[in-house]
């Protein structure tokens, strides 16, 4: 019995062991692999997520944290989260085209795509969903589409037939999917798949899932394209540097909520502002469906770049996307209260031209732009780097600023006393020659009074005139 137990406790041992062994080899990887130039052969077998960055690059080092945290939401996934420095490993940079640091990729197999958009986990993570995603999936049944609707809620949809499965709208369809993939999901399903949001009979039709409702295309008001580029967007978007140019190209006004949830004085104003503008969005979107497009920003940058000033929040950014004029509405008072507003009014105000205009086309506009986004670099290196950026800026500035001391800015008393001292001394010098004119003078008369007196005639002789002459 004893070595019964001691067998038991002996393989007990081993058996946690192994499994402490393993957790320690677990935890032992990377959640980013640090990648030289065998990543262009590692790249070819699995998923791929990688950075390419510098060293010096503030961008850069910001997003390490992010990248960091999507290691770990992938760890232990089919999914490889990397960096390289591409300033010392260049041939891995030649070979995948880096122009910019930090450049995003997802390579898998013969995918490879950039990131453009913001650099936080979510978006990230949305982008690798979309890029690995099939360009176009396929619906398996009722209850698969109802899950879809669940976990996607906004998808675009071909509906059809079996026996339509060769129509051109279809092969148009997908060849639009693989060109928007990055924008938007595509699906298609048959007409029995989708009773139970929509009924539809005839086949084949493209439509939006939107709000958990159906809005079919009308070929004769838009084509499929235009038609997937209006309606890619939320009732109620979140505007981001991914989306923001898409929206541009709807050629609607936009009507973004500036808002600010970092700032905890004005949240329960900024919360209350923003669900207004939210149930107004989804209640009232057939009035305004064609001309408007609602939104929020919490991209202060990305905004008061657009505005050329930075802009308080919370408060109605209304831009025109094709002439680039733009009104503010402001929504608090003094005490940062919430003043009595009504959205209707904002929209009718708007339309008739009774809200004051900012931005445009103008030269003036043209010239301030590159100034505006020399300031906010500026800013923008003193807060990730001030040692630095105080270095370059203020040496230069420092060697100028003595420069021009020495040249224009000398004590002004300075000068007089100069001019002082130099007439003084010609003063002294004309005495000088005084004196000396003097002593010769005495010295010539006391020569010619010992000549008199010892009765010579010498060199000098004083000349007489005669009664005649007078």
């Known amino acids: 019995m004893p070595k019964m137990r001691s067998l038991i406790l002996a393989i007990y041992l081993i058996i946690i062991s192994l499994f402490a062994s393993y957790n320690c080899n677990e935890d032992d990887d990377p959640l980013v692999y640090e990648?030289?130039?065998?990543?262009i052969d590692f790249t070819t077998q699995g998923k791929w997520l990688i950075m390419f960055y510098a060293p010096w690059c503030g961008h850069c080092k910001k997003l390490e944290p992010v990248f960091e945290e999507i290691g770990k939401f992938?760890?232990?996934?089919?999914?490889?989260i990397a960096k390289v420095d591409a300033t010392r490993f260049v041939k891995a940079a030649n070979h995948f085209e880096i122009k910019g640091y930090p450049t995003i990729k997802f390579i898998y197999g013969k995918t490879n795509v950039n990131f453009f958009g913001e650099r936080r986990k979510g978006d990230l993570i949305e982008f690798i969903k979309r890029a690995d995603a099939p360009r176009v999936s396929r619906v398996l049944h009722q209850l698969d589409f109802e899950n879809t609707k669940h976990e996607i809620q906004?998808?675009?949809?071909?509906?059809?037939?079996k026996e339509h499965m060769n129509s051109t709208i279809k092969n148009e369809f997908f060849s639009l999917a693989e060109k928007h993939f990055l924008d938007a999901y595509f699906y298609f399903a048959l007409p029995e798949h989708v009773v139970k949001t929509a009924k539809v009979t005839d086949s084949p039709r493209v439509g939006v899932i939107k709000d958990n409702e159906l809005e079919l295309w009308d070929s004769s008001k838009s084509t499929m394209e235009e038609f997937i580029k209006l309606e890619q967007f939320p009732t109620f978007c979140e505007v981001t540097m991914t989306n923001f140019y898409n929206l541009v190209d709807t050629k609607k006004t936009l009507l973004i909520l500036l808002v600010n949830l970092d700032d905890h004085s004005k949240l329960h104003q900024t919360r209350k502002i923003r669900q207004i503008f939210k149930i107004y969005a989804k209640t009232k979107k057939e009035d305004y469906h064609d001309e408007f497009v609602f939104g929020y920003s919490e991209n202060h940058d990305l905004i008061s770049g657009i505005a050329?000033?930075?802009?308080?929040?919370?408060?109605?950014?209304?831009?025109?996307?094709?002439s680039f004029t733009y009104n503010l509405v402001y929504f608090l008072d003094s005490d940062n209260q919430v003043k009595e507003f009504s959205v209707e009014k904002i929209l009718n105000d708007f339309r008739n031209n009774k809200l004051e205009v900012f931005g445009g086309k103008s030269v003036f506009r043209t010239i301030r732009r590159p100034l505006w986004e020399i300031y906010r670099a500026i800013i923008e290196m003193f807060v990730?780097?001030?040692?630095i950026s105080l270095f370059i800026f203020g040496l230069p500035f420092g060697v100028i600023s003595i420069v021009f001391y020495f040249l224009c800015c000398m004590d002004s008393n300075d000068q007089p006393e100069n001019e002082e001292v130099h007439e003084s001394?010609?003063?002294?010098e004309h005495q000088y020659y005084l004196d000396e004119a003097s002593k010769l003078h005495e010295q010539i008369k006391a020569k010619e009074y010992k000549n008199l007196v010892n009765g010579e005639q010498k060199m000098i002789k004083i000349p007489t005139?005669?009664?005649k002459d007078q």
Do not use: H, Q
């Open 154 to 161: 906004l998808f675009f949809v071909l509906i059809i037939k």
């Open 74 to 80: 992938y760890k232990g996934k089919m999914m490889n």
């Open 465 to 467: 005139t005669s009664k």
């Open 384 to 387: 990730e780097a001030p040692i």
């Open 425 to 428: 001394d010609m003063e002294d």
């Open 35 to 39: 990648m030289d130039d065998r990543v």
């Open 308 to 322: 050329i000033w930075s802009l308080s929040t919370p408060c109605l950014f209304i831009l025109n996307t094709t």
